[in-house]
């Protein structure tokens, strides 16, 4: 299975752009790189997801590079809502099928401060 | 995530009583997955539902605790004579099918306190 390795810890100045790092130099080529975060006690909340193309949705920015074994979640304008733990998960089959599960590592914790 | 729903929010139970856990995955979803999170700890799997059929329940304990998604109804995660190391939550999350590249959306879940 591919491993996935974050800092654990991160503090950003809100309004500013929230850049999180994540390792993945394990990844085989049809895995995707997917983005979670919880807020205290919340379920996990989907952010991004993407294989090797830069994606950007309504949340956030993902950015992959080239040989993928790293990759970047912005969130262009942390809020204080932001602060969270945030979860970068490849993808992986199990059972030799098409069937995939997510497994949690233990994240980066993100601090938005005023 | 607010479409899967999980109840009840919050639970309490004396040792040695059951536990019924349920989650309603979102609508068109057939996939669902349980995952336990002890306190201060990270998110662990239990195990992976399709209708009618368990795939993967690797992460389960051997004892005490079964999990069901029937063709009718909401997923289930049953765990019989809690003990206190059961206090946890429980989240569930569903997906419309297995590819990598399905989203999977979670519940707010289960917040089980054995007492």
């Known amino acids: 299975d591919a491993k996935t390795t974050q800092p654990p810890s991160m503090d950003c100045a809100e309004g500013r752009a929230a850049n999180l790092p994540c390792n993945h130099s394990?990844?085989?080529?049809?895995?995707?790189v997917y983005w979670y975060r919880q807020i205290h006690s919340q379920g996990p909340q989907y952010i991004i997801h993407?294989?090797?193309n830069n994606e950007t949705n309504e949340m956030a920015s993902l950015i992959i590079t080239e040989d993928r074994k790293s990759s970047t979640l912005i969130l262009p304008h942390a809020t204080l809502r932001d602060t969270a733990v945030y979860y970068c998960?490849?993808?992986?089959?199990f059972g030799g099928g098409s069937n995939y599960k997510l497994t949690f590592g233990k994240g980066t914790l993100l601090t938005v401060n005023p | 995530n607010a479409g899967v729903m999980q109840n009840p929010r919050h639970l309490v139970r004396r040792r040695g009583q059951e536990a019924r856990l349920r989650c309603s995955p979102m609508?068109?979803?057939?996939?669902v997955y349980w995952y336990r999170q002890l306190p201060e700890e990270g998110l662990k799997f239990m195990v992976y539902?399709?209708?009618?059929?368990?795939?993967?329940e690797s992460g389960m304990p051997k004892e005490r605790f079964s999990a069901e998604f029937p063709k009718e109804g909401p997923s289930i995660l049953r765990i019989q004579q809690v003990v206190r190391g059961d206090s946890a939550a429980y989240f569930c999350?569903?997906?419309?099918?297995?590819?990598?590249?399905?989203?999977?959306?979670f519940g707010q879940g289960t917040r089980l306190t054995v007492v």
């Open positions: 993407g294989l090797k």
């Open positions: 999350a569903s997906s419309p099918g297995t590819g990598a590249d399905t989203e999977a959306f």
């Open positions: 539902l399709q209708k009618e059929n368990i795939i993967d």
């Open positions: 609508k068109g979803h057939s996939h």
């Open positions: 394990t990844i085989s080529g049809n895995e995707y």
């Open positions: 998960i490849v993808r992986v089959a």
